[in-house]
Structure formats: C-alpha cells, structure tokens
C-alpha cells in the first residue's frame, strides 16, 4: 500500500458543486500539504498544516478549504467548483526540517 | 515572493550524453534542495537532494550547488530514454522548510 494515499484519484464535477479531496498517510509525518498542478506552472501550494492545529494558506488558497482531521488525515474541500480548478492535486507529507516531500499518486480533477 | 525558476524545456539529448538541468531560487535562506523526477500523470519521486556547496554524486546523477550564486543543478549521465520525464527543482526555506518547486524542465532522450 502507498504511503500517501489520495481519493478520489479521478473526477469529474459540475461547475458550482462542493467537492472534497482526502489524504491519507502513514508515514507518521506531522506535516502535509496540497498541491496543484497545471501545465507548465509546477506544482503550486494551496494549504499546508504543520500539525492537527495548525492550518496555513499556500500562495493559491481563495477557493479552496481544508480540515486536518487527524495526524494522519488531511482533506481539501472545493466550497463551489469553478473550470479553473481543473487540474492535477497532489497531497504531500514530510517531517520536519529540511526533508523531501513524498507524494500522493495525484487526483485528477475536471470542472465542467 | 520565494522563487524557484528552471527552464521549461525540452531538452532532447541523445542516449549515452550528459543531460544538465539547472535551476535557480530566490530565497537567500534556502538551506536545502531537491531534484524530483516525474513521469507524465505521475507523482513526483525524489531523485536526489543537496545541503552543502559543492558536488554530491549518487550513480548516474549528480547534483551541484553553489549559493552564492544561487544555482543548483543536476547531471544525469550515460541517460537512457528511461530517464524521460519532467524534473522538478525544489528549495527547502530555513525556519519553514516549506518546499518551494519550479515549474520543471522536460527531458527528452532519444534513442
């Protein structure tokens, strides 16, 4: 099994729908992260939490939520899906300090 | 705004050749660095990462970093068409350690 788990890994939704992305891992990391992924921009950084308590916007957050449910549990919510969402999300996780980052297998997601 | 800047590419190489990657980042605290390999609708896979000036070699691939100038890249050696893929640059702030990426280069090599 994956150490980083996403779900759903495809979907397709309708414009103004509400939307939630989960993440999952067991690498026992207190950080994680989302991402978006569009061509030719790299991977851009939505939200991030450093622990259960903490929640922090990324450079693109106006659109999206997140919760923390857990260590172990971190989801993004589209509130009202827009076409510009459509991309390819990825979760992330590290430890702390300056450590890579290991990724989820991605969630496509398109917005029509 | 911390910056990460590499060239999107391609870059077509032959097999056998040297293929280099470069990279450069803004953020003058940057302590660490990163290189990722991602296939195309594929997840990001670390190939390699840097902490001190100078060259680390693991196989095939080397990286290099110099802060002063603020540049990274990476060497992959004798490539292989296994080796096509996007490479992601990466730069790992102090105090935060949130990982900043650049937009990747496109490596092509071709038989």
């Known amino acids: 099994d994956a150490d980083v788990t996403q779900t759903p890994r495809n979907r397709i939704t309708k414009t103004g729908k509400r939307i939630m992305l989960e993440c999952s891992q067991t690498?026992?990391?207190?950080?994680m992260y989302w991402y978006r992924q569009d061509p030719g921009l790299g991977l851009r950084l939505i939200y991030y939490?450093?622990?259960?308590?903490?929640?922090n916007k990324g450079e693109i957050s106006d659109g999206y939520s997140v919760s923390r449910q857990a260590q172990a549990k971190f989801s993004l919510s589209l509130e009202s899906a827009i076409p510009n969402q459509t991309a390819l999300y990825f979760c992330?996780?590290?430890?702390?300090?300056?450590?890579?980052?290991?990724f989820g297998q991605g969630t496509r997601l398109t917005v029509v | 705004q911390k910056e990460v800047e590499q060239n999107s590419g391609p870059l077509s190489v032959p097999e056998g050749a040297i293929a280099s990657l470069n990279c450069t980042y803004s953020?003058?605290?940057?302590?660490?660095f990163f290189w990722y390999r991602q296939y195309s609708g594929k997840s990001p896979e670390l190939i390699m990462f840097?902490?001190?000036?100078g060259d680390k070699e693991d196989g095939r691939f080397t990286a290099q970093l110099n802060k002063a100038s603020q540049y990274v890249s990476l060497l992959i050696r004798d490539s292989q068409p296994s080796d096509s893929a996007t490479y992601l640059c990466?730069?790992?702030?102090?105090?935060?350690?949130?990982?900043?990426f650049g937009r990747g280069t496109s490596l092509i090599v071709h038989p």
């Open positions: 992330a996780t590290s430890d702390f300090g300056a450590t890579e980052a290991f």
């Open positions: 690498k026992g990391h207190d950080r």
């Open positions: 939490s450093f622990d259960v308590k903490d929640i």
């Open positions: 953020d003058r605290g940057s302590q660490s």
């Open positions: 840097i902490y001190s000036n």
């Open positions: 990466a730069a790992s702030s102090g105090g935060s350690y949130i990982p900043t």
